[in-house]
């Protein structure tokens, strides 16, 4: 890291740039709404017209020290619906989210090197024989750009004032007719991903940084430009993800899909691990910020040194990399449809799931699936009728289809908003003569499936006392779970402490094995309405914590209060298990048929890494779970004392980030329950 970044990395952290930004006045915001709120007009037109107005009122602001420009001034701008107008649409249709185009990875990479210029062409040459409704799109696609465009000349304009000419034609020319040059390459790219959060479309995904840029990189080196100074560029261009990040969350700040993916295999299968892959995780170590989160594409066949140069970017703290196993996820995409090219060019979305560039418009997050609670009703309701482990399996089984035939109909009628600048960054839209909206080569659903640990506890600790050795009774069961084991102490200890675990007992991953496969074949041959399938996963979000609403205490020994793990990892406080009894137990044979994602959270206690050979024991510990079979992974770096220390003194502790599901976020940010879930997981030792 040169000077110039290290003032740069104080000038972002001490948020100066934030002194740019504005509110517009009440008088502002009537005035701009007033001439796209208008019943009646296309929501694409009112789209557009919004996003021309918004990107001409972005004053252009060159920070100090920085060679990636693009800062947004502007806090909020007026959405497109006039008031009440989309509670009206929500009467009749389905509303995944805001409705809003999300969660994508788009094709960058294409328009970055074709040029804006040729993009236009492209549309305008497909007016030809156009209808109505397909010219509309392509005008509004046109028109997008042609904001893009005045948005970079003005920018443009004020570097040339500030007597940076070469600097100001790098950045116009390269958007509008291609780029050339690695930092061309960049700069296009942030005015491209600026758009699209100005847009109001979010979660927009970065995607695979080191194979898009590689041309770029080896011209750079061609020319003779060092990997020191290229690096030193890409610490400027990771730095620009954190201008604006506190603008763009959905649960709290980095809760926002800036995801890199880096290293896998390419479209042919080889390996895709290049110099840039590297240059970007050292980077990413330099600056330690929470964006942009990065994803690591590994296989059986990755070397231990990328895995330790990992580790080191987990001891810093920051949660990431998260690890995705090539060889698990590939194929489980395969099963479900993809194309082995797609499959293989795959990017980690806002979280974990795999979602495919430029083609796929999966919503990889449609709902949650509640195993716990499927498992607890399945226990309640039918333990005392069942003679067997078996017939409860069964039973369950059946609950599971019910319960997700049920909640699929909770999606029909799905609404989405049109958006022409997204249409603009994904293939054949432009081609096709049709907006994002309506769909493109891959449009499925994905479900998480949570609070798996807590199913698998649940018929583990049946199968041990109920039809096992006869110590608890079906009945002595069920009414302790309704008193929340308020008159048995006893069995709740013995539920909670002694019960087999998974991530600690060899005798639950058949369980925890079956429950993947029934959740697979429950979703098998069901399609949406939009012609995708659902994607089963072992994900949980925001779930962990909203899904413990009516829960009530389980057969686990976990009391109603207590939340249920995140994603595909222990239950919380479980006794007695080791990192490497916990990867043992979450490398389940059946992952490949959820290949949604959902990985497995471990909590590294922070003095583990304090050894020198900590950080080759922990790159063999990540190692071992992919070669194991286990699909994906995040480590954190945590001290349960800091954080409680946190929790009381927050002004001491603004810099702290810890891993929440899948990104990661300053610890002090985040709202109580999300801390105390976090406090909660256990932390191991090496």
């Known amino acids: 890291m040169n000077s110039a970044i290290e003032r740069l990395l104080d000038y972002v952290k001490s948020q100066k740039h934030r002194i740019h930004r504005r509110e517009l006045t009440k008088e502002e915001s009537k005035k701009y709404a007033s001439e796209f709120q208008i019943k009646g007009m296309p929501l694409i037109e009112r789209f557009t017209r919004r996003f021309e107005l918004f990107m001409a009122a972005e004053k252009p602001v060159i920070l100090p020290y920085t060679r990636i420009h693009g800062l947004r001034t502007i806090i909020e701008f007026p959405d497109i619906y006039c008031p009440g107008e989309l509670e009206e649409i929500r009467k009749t249709h389905y509303i995944h989210e805001d409705g809003k185009v999300c969660h994508l990875a788009y094709d960058y990479k294409r328009v970055i090197h074709n040029g804006l210029a040729s993009e236009r062409n492209k549309a305008k040459s497909n007016l030809e024989g156009a209808n109505e409704k397909e010219r509309e799109f392509l005008l509004c696609v046109i028109r997008c750009i042609d904001a893009i465009e005045g948005f970079a000349k003005r920018y443009a304009d004020e570097l040339r004032r500030l007597g940076r000419s070469d600097e100001a034609d790098r950045l116009f020319d390269e958007l509008v007719y291609g780029a050339k040059t690695l930092i061309g390459a960049m700069q296009s790219f942030r005015i491209l991903h600026f758009a699209i959060w100005v847009s109001g479309n979010y979660n927009a995904v970065i995607g695979r940084i080191d194979q898009d840029f590689y041309p770029y990189y080896l011209a750079e080196k061609a020319k003779g430009v060092s990997d020191e100074e290229i690096q030193n560029l890409v610490e400027d261009f990771l730095l620009s993800f954190n201008l604006d990040n506190d603008l763009y969350y959905s649960l709290a700040w980095g809760d926002n899909g800036q995801s890199v993916t880096l290293g896998g295999c390419t479209e042919t299968g080889a390996c895709a691990v290049n110099e840039l892959t590297t240059i970007c995780l050292e980077a990413s170590l330099n600056i330690r910020l929470i964006d942009p989160k990065i994803n690591l594409r590994v296989s059986s066949s990755t070397p231990l040194e990328l895995y330790e140069l990992g580790t080191k970017l987990t001891r810093t703290g920051l949660g990431f990399p998260q690890y995705m196993n090539d060889d698990i996820i590939i194929k489980g995409l395969e099963r479900l449809g993809y194309e082995t090219e797609d499959a293989r060019n795959y990017v980690a979305g806002a979280c974990w799931e795999?979602?495919?560039?430029?083609?796929?418009?999966?919503?990889?997050?449609?709902?949650?699936?509640?195993?716990?609670?499927?498992?607890?009703?399945?226990?309640?309701?039918?333990?005392?009728?069942?003679?067997?482990?078996?017939?409860?399996?069964?039973?369950?089984?059946?609950?599971?289809?019910?319960?997700?035939?049920?909640?699929?109909?909770?999606?029909?009628?799905?609404?989405?908003?049109?958006?022409?600048?997204?249409?603009?960054?994904?293939?054949?839209?432009?081609?096709?003569?049709?907006?994002?909206?309506?769909?493109?080569?891959?449009?499925?659903?994905?479900?998480?499936?949570?609070?798996?640990?807590?199913?698998?506890?649940?018929?583990?600790?049946?199968?041990?006392?109920?039809?096992?050795?006869?110590?608890?009774?079906?009945?002595?069961?069920?009414?302790?779970?309704?008193?929340?084991?308020?008159?048995?102490?006893?069995?709740?200890?013995?539920?909670?402490?002694?019960?087999?675990?998974?991530?600690?007992?060899?005798?639950?991953?058949?369980?925890?094995?079956?429950?993947?496969?029934?959740?697979?074949?429950?979703?098998?041959?069901?399609?949406?309405?939009?012609?995708?399938?659902?994607?089963?996963?072992?994900?949980?979000?925001?779930?962990?914590?909203?899904?413990?609403?009516?829960?009530?205490?389980?057969?686990?020994?976990?009391?109603?209060?207590?939340?249920?793990?995140?994603?595909?990892?222990?239950?919380?406080?479980?006794?007695?298990?080791?990192?490497?009894?916990?990867?043992?137990?979450?490398?389940?044979?059946?992952?490949?048929?959820?290949?949604?994602?959902?990985?497995?959270?471990?909590?590294?206690?922070?003095?583990?890494?304090?050894?020198?050979?900590?950080?080759?024991?922990?790159?063999?510990?990540?190692?071992?779970?992919?070669?194991?079979?286990?699909?994906?992974?995040?480590?954190?770096?945590?001290?349960?004392?800091?954080?409680?220390?946190?929790q009381a003194h927050p002004e001491q502790y603004q810099d702290l980030i810890v891993r929440v599901w899948g990104w990661s976020g300053y610890f002090v940010e985040l709202d109580k329950e999300y801390q105390d879930q976090i406090i909660q997981r256990t932390s191991y030792g090496i």
């Open 354 to 646: 795999p979602i495919i560039p430029a083609v796929g418009f999966d919503i990889p997050n449609i709902d949650g699936i509640p195993m716990a609670l499927i498992v607890k009703e399945t226990i309640t309701n039918h333990l005392e009728q069942c003679k067997s482990m078996d017939e409860l399996l069964q039973v369950f089984s059946k609950r599971l289809k019910i319960y997700i035939n049920e909640n699929a109909e909770n999606h029909r009628n799905l609404y989405m908003e049109p958006s022409p600048i997204s249409s603009l960054l994904m293939s054949n839209c432009i081609e096709n003569r049709k907006d994002i909206s309506e769909g493109t080569k891959y449009n499925n659903y994905g479900y998480h499936g949570t609070g798996f640990s807590n199913a698998v506890d649940q018929l583990a600790a049946v199968e041990a006392y109920v039809f096992g050795d006869g110590s608890i009774s079906a009945n002595e069961l069920i009414a302790a779970m309704e008193d929340n084991y308020a008159k048995t102490p006893e069995m709740k200890y013995k539920l909670s402490v002694e019960a087999p675990k998974i991530g600690r007992d060899k005798k639950t991953k058949g369980i925890g094995d079956k429950i993947l496969n029934e959740f697979a074949k429950a979703l098998q041959g069901m399609k949406n309405e939009r012609g995708g399938i659902y994607r089963p996963g072992t994900g949980s979000a925001m779930y962990h914590v909203w899904h413990i609403e009516g829960l009530g205490a389980t057969a686990d020994g976990r009391d109603a209060d207590t939340p249920l793990a995140a994603n595909f990892s222990p239950s919380l406080g479980i006794k007695g298990s080791g990192p490497f009894s916990v990867i043992d137990g979450f490398s389940l044979p059946s992952l490949w048929l959820t290949p949604n994602g959902g990985p497995l959270t471990l909590e590294l206690h922070d003095t583990v890494f304090d050894s020198e050979d900590a950080i080759t024991k922990i790159a063999l510990l990540v190692q071992t779970f992919i070669e194991k079979g286990g699909h994906q992974l995040q480590l954190n770096a945590v001290n349960g004392e800091q954080l409680i220390d946190a």
